[in-house]
C-alpha cells in the first residue's frame, strides 16, 4: 500500500516558518489580502512539489541529473537569446502560462550535477575528476553572471564547491584555491557591471552617497537597530510602515522583521533556520551513498549560506546582491525552488530509511 513518506522535523519546521513569512508580510505589504493570498497560493504549490520529489528515490534522482543539467542549461542560453527583461535584467523566460528565473533551477541542477560527477569516481577526487567538476560549476555560472544575476551566480558557485570540500579535497589545495581567488578578486572586480562595483564600494561607507546607493543600506541598518531587545510590535515599525525601507517585503524583509520583533524574535529566527540547517547535516551524515551525503550536505549548507547572505546584506556587512531572506521574502520561484531542495532531503533520508530495513 502506497504511503506518503516525509521527514517530520523539516515539515514541522518549514510550516512554522512559513506562517512566520504570512506574518511578516502582511506588516511589510501594507497589510495587503492580495500579497498574502498570492503568497498562501505559491506556499501550496511549493509544498505539493516538495512532497512529490520527496517520494522520489534518490538513485533515480542519480540517474536524471545529467538531463536536468543539461535542460537547465538549454533554459540559460534561451534567457540570453529570448529571455523577458526586468529593472535592467534578463532574466525571465515567458511561456505565456508562468514567467520563471531557470536560474533558480540550477540551483538544484548544479550541486546534483556535480556530485554525479565527482561519485562516478573514488574519492578524494583525482585531478580530472576536478577540473570536469569545475567546468560543470563554471558554465551556468558565467550565463547567469550575464543576465546580470550575482546573487544567483555566488549561490550556485557556493553549492557546486561545497560538494567539492565535501568529496574529501585537501586542506592544502583548500588554501591554495583561496590564494588564487584573493589574487583573482582585483581583476574580477574590473569586469563587474559599474552599479555592481558601487555596491562594493559602498559597503565599506554606505554613507558616502547617503541618497543613492546607500539608501537601502543605511535605512536597513536603522531598523534593524531601532528594534532593540524586544522590537516595537507587529506592525508598529516605523522604518517599514513610513516606507523608508526600499523592497521590504522581498529583500529586506528582515529589516522589518527585526524592527518589529527585536534581538529576542532574530535570535528566534535564527535558531529555527540553523535547526533546519541542522537536521539536513543529520541527513547527510547518517546517509550510506556518498551521491547522497555530498547532496545532502550541499543543500543543507547553501541553505543556510542564502540566510547569512541576507542577513549579512541588510545589516551592511556583505555588499547588496539581491538575495531574498530563505521562506520568508516574497516570491515564488525562489520559494519552490528552496522546497524542493528540501523534497530532495527528504528523498534521501526516506531512501536511507528503506535501505536501512
Not at 84 to 110: C, N, T, Y
Request: hydrophobic letters at 55%; charged letters at 10%; one cysteine or more.
Amino acid at each position: 500500500m502506497f504511503r506518503i513518506k516525509v521527514d517530520l522535523p523539516l515539515l514541522f519546521g518549514l510550516l512554522i516558518l512559513c506562517a512566520a513569512s504570512l506574518l511578516i508580510l502582511w506588516s511589510a505589504g501594507g497589510e495587503s489580502y492580495r500579497l498574502i493570498v498570492n503568497q498562501g497560493i505559491r506556499m501550496g504549490i511549493a509544498f505539493v512539489g516538495m512532497m512529490i520529489i520527496a517520494q522520489i528515490r534518490i538513485d533515480t534522482l542519480f540517474r536524471w541529473s545529467p538531463y536536468f543539467y543539461a535542460a537547465g542549461l538549454l533554459m540559460l542560453v534561451l534567457v540570453l537569446v529570448v529571455g523577458d527583461v526586468g529593472k535592467g535584467a534578463q532574466r525571465w523566460l515567458d511561456l505565456g502560462v508562468i514567467r520563471f528565473q531557470p536560474s533558480e533551477a540550477m540551483k538544484l541542477a548544479v550541486p546534483m550535477m556535480v556530485a554525479w560527477v565527482i561519485t562516478r569516481k573514488t574519492l578524494p577526487p583525482g585531478p580530472k575528476n576536478l577540473i570536469f567538476a569545475a567546468l560543470v560549476l563554471v558554465v551556468p555560472a558565467a550565463l547567469i553572471l550575464k543576465q546580470p544575476d550575482l546573487g544567483t551566480t555566488l549561490l550556485i558557485l557556493m553549492s557546486g564547491t561545497l560538494i567539492i570540500f565535501l568529496a574529501g579535497f585537501a586542506w592544502k589545495h583548500i588554501g591554495i584555491l583561496f590564494a588564487i581567488s584573493a589574487v583573482a578578486a582585483p581583476i574580477l572586480y574590473q569586469f563587474l557591471h559599474p552599479y555592481q562595483q558601487r555596491r562594493i564600494q559602498t559597503l565599506f561607507d554606505p554613507w558616502s552617497d547617503p541618497l543613492g546607493d546607500g539608501y537601502h543600506t543605511i535605512q536597513s541598518m536603522i531598523a534593524i537597530g531601532s528594534g532593540g531587545a524586544q522590537g516595537k510590535g507587529w506592525t508598529e515599525g516605523s522604518q517599514s510602515q513610513l516606507d523608508f525601507i526600499p523592497e521590504r517585503h522581498t529583500d529586506f524583509i528582515f529589516s522589518v522583521f527585526a524592527e518589529e520583533n527585536g534581538f529576542i524574535g532574530v535570535l528566534m529566527l535564527l535558531c529555527l533556520y540553523v535547526a533546519l540547517t541542522a537536521r539536513g547535516l543529520y541527513i547527510a551524515y547518517y546517509t550510506k551513498d556518498t551521491f547522497s551525503r555530498l547532496l545532502a550536505g550541499s543543500l543543507s549548507m547553501t541553505f543556510f549560506f542564502y540566510v547569512f547572505v541576507n542577513i549579512g546584506m541588510v545589516s551592511g556587512m556583505l555588499p547588496v546582491v539581491g538575495v531574498p531572506l530563505p521562506l520568508i521574502s516574497y516570491g515564488g520561484t525562489s520559494m519552490v525552488t528552496l522546497m524542493a531542495g528540501f523534497g530532495i532531503l527528504m528523498g534521501i533520508h526516506n531512501t536511507r530509511s528503506l535501505m536501512s530495513r
